[in-house]
Nanobody, 123 residues
Framework: QEALVESGGGLVQAGGSLRLSCAAS????????MGWFRQAAGQQREFVAI???????YYADSVKGRFTISSDNAKNTVDLQMNSLKPEDTAVYYC?????????????????WGQGTQVTVSS
């Protein structure tokens, strides 16, 4: 019943933009930290961005200045706007929800995960 569902992935050229959306179903995650992670083929899952209640945000160094995380309480969604995409951004992107406590950089700190959406950036 409760779920996080990512959408918006696809194939884009380097330098292009893509907007991912994470929709909550079954409950409201407004009291959670909402994060985005990504996992490239053959690589470990890595932190991308997080937003907390009140609007605070944190980004991985690799995406600072290019990606923007935002939340829409009315729609109960969390988006990730990705600009100036690079081939190394190619990965499956996951949204995740985290209550207060634990290091936001670690996947083990998150309580809920979406199914992932593929982002492929071509050269």
């Amino acid at each position: 019943q409760e779920a996080l569902v990512e959408s918006g992935g696809g194939l884009v050229q380097a330098g292009g933009s893509l907007r991912l959306s994470c929709a909550a179903s079954g409950r409201t995650f407004s009291r959670y930290g909402m994060g985005w992670f990504r996992q490239a083929a053959g690589q470990q899952r890595e932190f991308v961005a997080i937003t907390w209640i009140g609007g605070s945000t944190y980004y991985a160094d690799s995406v600072k200045g290019r990606f923007t995380i935002s939340s829409d309480n009315a729609k109960n969604t969390v988006d990730l706007q990705m600009n100036s995409l690079k081939p190394e951004d190619t990965a499956v992107y996951y949204c995740a929800a985290k209550v207060y406590g634990g290091n936001y950089l670690f996947t083990s700190s998150y309580d809920y995960w979406g199914q992932g959406t593929q982002v492929t950036v071509s050269s």
